[in-house]
């Protein structure tokens, strides 16, 4: 009966992982991936661009850029082949968490991160990730956050070669399409 419930009522408890790099952690090495890589922001112009990489949401896209949002793209050549977004000031939403955190002053959130499907392997996204916090810390911020699934194993790889350390584990009880957290000190102290 409770694999039914889970199955049907799509009942599971949902892990993600959350990673923190600080502007006084050290500097991890520079990421070398034999790959000819311009990183660059993209302005709320070249939008377009972004469904490149097989998803249209220009609406949220732009919603993103009205509240503020950065978003970093990786080219080879004229091919963007990766994207990611980056929120500095209001409530960013951990949604497989079930919560909101407050964006404090000088912290970022990196999130929404995404390689096409042919490129993956070749180090993009943690170059990209190590660019969006060398610029951010060098603009004054002090600390960097991101997360990913639990089961989004590649992410976790290019995380951690970016310099992010894993600092929790934040667990969320999902019904349906909603997710509930289950309660830890790390996120009452982030929310």
């Keep these: 009966m409770g694999s039914r419930l889970r199955r049907d009522a799509g009942v599971s408890i949902e892990r993600t992982f959350l990673y923190k790099r600080d502007a006084s952690d050290p500097v991890p090495e520079a990421i ?3 790959v000819e890589l311009r990183i660059a ?10 469904d490149a990489l097989g998803l249209d ?5 732009r919603q993103r850029f009205d509240r503020g949002d950065e978003c970093y793209g990786a080219w080879l050549g004229s091919e963007l082949v990766h994207y990611s977004w980056v929120q500095n000031h ?3 939403p951990i949604g497989y968490a079930g919560i909101d955190v407050e964006v404090r002053p000088g912290e970022l959130w990196i ?6 499907d042919a490129h993956r392997g070749q180090k993009i996204y943690p170059r990209t990730l190590q ?3 060398n610029d951010r810390l060098s603009a004054g911020a002090t600390t960097a956050w991101i997360y990913a699934a639990a ?4 992410s976790h790889g290019g995380i951690a070669r970016a310099g992010f350390v894993h600092v929790e584990t934040l667990r969320a009880l999902r019904i349906g399409r909603r997710y509930r957290p289950l309660a830890s000190e790390s ?5």
């Design 32 to 34: 070398a991936s034999g």
């Design 111 to 116: 999130y929404n991160c995404r390689t096409s």
């Design 131 to 133: 660019r969006i916090v």
């Design 187 to 191: 996120i009452q102290a982030l929310s």
């Design 151 to 154: 089961g989004n194993v590649a």
């Design 57 to 61: 949401d220009r609406d949220e896209w």
């Design 41 to 50: 922001p993209v302005s709320p112009a070249e939008t377009g661009v972004l």
């Design 90 to 92: 209001g409530f960013h």
